[in-house]
């Protein structure tokens, strides 16, 4: 017997808990409430077409909200997929993880939200260079591009939730 996808996996939870599963996918409540909404959801190609649809539905202030629920590349977190997410950074040298550190103050300083990358599988130089890269991006054209960032992060963390 397979294992159940995650459009399975929220179809099967209570209130809650579905609530509770979404937000680690997103912090923004917004897009958590449209998802309860959808429910339940007719497979997991209709739960991926569910979430991007809620969340290129949602405004700046709540995607500054979702952008909110993630720890500054190189941080880590407490959170065990974002650390896994970050996992490039296992191997960063000092200098590397300094540089980072700068740039992330720079963003912050700049666009006024943390930098957001859909970081699984690149390596800390990659995430470096995209970081330098997107400095000199204007606000609103950042803002665009950090909330498609936001949907590969959502779309990789509701693919693990059956498996958590």
Same mark, same amino acid.
Request: net charge negative; proline share 1%; charged share 25%.
């Given at each position: 017997m397979g294992t159940a996808g995650p459009a399975e996996y929220l179809n099967g939870q209570s209130g809650n808990a579905a609530r509770a599963a979404l937000t680690r996918c997103c912090a923004a409540r917004?897009?958590?409430?449209? *998802?309860?909404?959808?429910?339940?959801?007719?497979?997991? /190609?209709?739960?991926?077409?569910?979430?991007?649809? /809620?969340?290129?539905?949602?405004?700046?202030?709540?995607?500054?909200?979702?952008f909110g629920g993630h720890p500054r590349i190189g941080d880590g977190g407490i959170d065990a997929?974002?650390?896994?997410? !970050?996992?490039? *950074? %296992?191997?960063?040298?000092? !200098?590397?993880? /300094?540089?980072?550190? !700068?740039? %992330?103050?720079?963003?912050? /300083?700049?666009?006024?939200?943390?930098?957001?990358?859909?970081? #699984?599988?690149?390596?800390? #130089?990659? *995430?470096?260079?995209a970081l330098r890269a997107r400095l000199g991006n204007d606000p609103a054209t950042e803002l665009r591009i950090a909330a498609g960032e936001q949907v590969r992060i959502t779309r990789l963390r509701l693919e693990k939730l059956a498996a958590s």
């Open positions: 917004r897009w958590v409430e449209a *998802m309860l909404a959808a429910r339940p959801f007719g497979g997991d /190609a209709a739960l991926f077409e569910a979430a991007e649809r /809620a969340w290129w539905a949602l405004g700046k202030d709540d995607w500054l909200e979702a997929w974002a650390r896994h997410e !970050q996992a490039g *950074m %296992n191997r960063a040298d000092e !200098q590397t993880r /300094a540089a980072l550190a !700068q740039g %992330n103050r720079e963003y912050e /300083a700049r666009f006024g939200h943390v930098f957001l990358i859909c970081a #699984t599988g690149m390596s800390a #130089t990659d *995430m470096l260079g």
